[in-house]
């Protein structure tokens, strides 16, 4: 069930960059305008730093701050080769990570602006396309 609704979702997004390229229009406000919030796909990186063994290692001790763990973290992430790296875009790789370590990618949560400022940018988004 979880897979079938991912492919939904990517399905769904597809088609607002299609409608937005199509219209010359950012993303994000047609999304804003159809009720979400900005909307952001995981990527390499943020697959990386939720599944590597190797970032586990390095936040499991706990005693370094936060800015020098993000350092360790790209420096080994760009140690890897660049086959490796794109090798965390490919889901049946994320899916082979995450059965191993039994964990899920986290839940990605991005801050949206006041709605009154989301009210005004999609009603200039919505003049915009009006008019053309």
């Avoid at 409608?19 to 990186?45: D, I």
Wanted: charged fraction near 30%; include cysteine; proline fraction near 2%.
């Amino acid at each position: 069930m979880k897979t079938e609704a991912e492919e939904i979702y990517h399905e769904y997004q597809k088609k607002i960059m299609l409608v937005a390229f199509k219209h010359w229009r950012p993303a994000v406000a047609l999304s804003n305008y159809l009720g979400q919030g900005r909307t952001h796909e995981s990527n390499a990186w943020d697959n990386y730093r939720a599944l590597s063994s190797d970032v586990k290692n390095i936040l499991k001790g706990g005693q370094k701050e936060v800015g020098q763990q993000n350092k360790e973290i790209a420096k080994a992430w760009r140690c890897l080769d660049s086959k490796t790296q794109e090798g965390f875009k490919d889901k049946a790789y994320i899916n082979s990570l995450k059965d191993q370590s039994k964990t899920d990618l986290p839940l990605r949560v991005a801050q949206t602006c006041p709605t009154k400022t989301l009210m005004a940018n999609t009603k200039t988004w919505e003049d915009d396309v009006v008019t053309k």
